[in-house]
């Protein structure tokens, strides 16, 4: 890497991790984590994003030529071939079942049965491989069958594919354009990967009546399960937040949020920063009524990014100097409004929200497909005269200092110690084959709860 892109590859880190952690920096980040107009800039469709690896990386690149004070781009993205392997039916993607230039779409369903609440609390990864994934995963439908285990093999290799794509953009981005990733790894909130994928919303909120006990013995499983799956999936070097979008907090009374979302959110949450993350958490919806509760967790250890029902002035008022917000421009001011109107807006966060530091610039939750470019352009240079702090100070990345404490073990089918009973014994280095060894079976196990994303 040539040294003025490693210089400006640590200037954005180091300006998007202070903001993070409510520290000092030079000026406003501008940071989302999701830039769909980024995407679609250079004239790809959204089919391309998904489909074609080569021209969503050109695209970016393109946009990051143009728009060089943009401080992070998205990180991960659905890749298509990995969701026609197994017949994903929780999504409809642009081009194959929706026009090419069509956003994706989520399809909830009940992936699980109203009576399966003790099956799956009693052994949730068999439940998962018996019969979860037969019924979201269409290629798995007939068990056993040699198209669902093709099906299996061809999910195999596809995760490796796509993984391989993500790291590789990863680098290229890193050491050739300085752009370091908004997030790496992925969870849920307990209640969200029952109310999403498995029960659905309208289930879960039946149950929550009917039974509630079950909702709840079902959300401390799923604690373990998402702890996991962000841990197996974040950045090793722990540089980025893991991300978690928020779905149905929305659609909840303050009695039910506090019941049934949020201990085991918080558990989740408090298991994730006690392994030395951060994490960046879409408020998808108004969360005015339950904001507050992330006064609960660590300071300067979660991002919220405020959606277009939610007010960020609010937001600021109960989270400042705790946590970092982000948002404050809804996203019909991007397509609809006027450069002068987005810079006035701007002005008045940068003066009110942004004032003491602790605050990124977005849309809600993202940039949306949309957005005029000379509307994007007018909030960057904005955000620079009136968001810059202090144009000597040059943020530098945080070092991450070992704590002395054990990594925390990742879940997998078979351990290696399991293994080598089996074996008996290895001729030769026993911590080469056990490195491997654990290494897939770390892959295969997060390969399947990856599914209720």
């Known amino acids: 890497m040539l040294a003025d892109v490693r210089q400006l590859y640590e200037t954005r880190l180091g300006r998007y991790q202070a903001a993070i952690a409510l520290e000092k920096t030079d000026r406003i980040p501008i940071a989302t984590g999701s830039n769909y107009f980024a995407e ?69 369903d009940e992936y699980m049965k109203a009576d399966e609440y003790d099956v799956f609390i009693k052994n949730p990864l068999e439940f998962m491989l018996d019969r979860f994934l037969p019924r979201v995963l269409g290629e798995l439908a007939e068990p056993g069958s040699i198209r669902a285990r093709m099906a ?192 006035e807006r701007v002005k008045l966060l940068c003066e009110t929200v942004g004032k003491d530091g602790g605050f990124i610039i977005n849309g809600g939750c993202n940039i949306p497909y949309d957005t005029k470019p000379e509307n994007y352009r007018a909030m960057i240079d904005a955000v620079i005269e009136y968001g810059t702090y202090d144009r000597n100070f040059t943020p530098k990345p945080k070092t991450v200092q070992p704590d002395g404490k054990e990594p925390v073990k990742l879940k997998m089918v078979t351990p290696w110690e399991v293994k080598l009973a089996e074996l008996g014994t290895v001729m030769g280095e026993e911590s080469l084959i056990r490195k491997a060894w654990e290494q897939l079976e770390v892959m295969g196990y997060t390969w399947i709860w990856q599914w209720v994303l």
């Open 152 to 343: 299996l093999l061809k999910g195999g290799m596809a995760q490796a594919q796509m993984g391989q794509i993500m790291r590789n953009r990863a680098i290229y981005l890193e050491e050739k354009l300085g752009m370091p990733q908004p997030m790496t790894g992925f969870f849920l909130a307990p209640f969200d990967a029952l109310a999403d994928v498995m029960r659905g919303l309208k289930g879960t909120l039946l149950d929550i009546y009917r039974q509630p006990d079950k909702v709840l013995e079902a959300c401390d499983v799923l604690v373990d399960e998402m702890v996991n799956l962000a841990l197996a999936t974040a950045d090793p070097l722990k540089r980025y937040p893991i991300f978690v979008p928020t779905h149905k907090a929305c659609f909840l009374s303050p009695k039910q949020f506090d019941t049934f979302y949020w201990p085991s959110f918080k558990k989740t949450m408090e298991r994730i920063i006690e392994a030395g993350y951060t994490i960046r958490a879409y408020l998808e919806g108004d969360w005015g009524h339950h904001i507050h509760h992330m006064l609960e967790l660590p300071k300067g250890k979660v991002l919220c990014d405020i959606d277009n029902q939610g007010d960020i002035f609010k937001a600021k008022e109960v989270l400042g100097g705790h946590q970092c917000v982000a948002g404050g421009i809804q996203d019909s001011l991007f397509i609809l409004g006027t450069p002068q109107e987005i810079r």
């Open 40 to 108: 679609v800039y250079s004239g790809n469709t959204k089919q391309d994003t998904i489909y074609d690896s080569v021209k969503w990386l050109q695209a970016e690149e393109a946009f990051i030529r143009d728009f060089p004070e943009v401080d992070v781009l998205r990180n991960n993205r659905i890749w298509g071939p990995l969701y026609d392997a197994v017949g994903c039916k929780t999504y409809r993607l642009p081009g194959r079942d929706l026009p090419p230039n069509t956003q994706f779409q989520f399809v909830e």
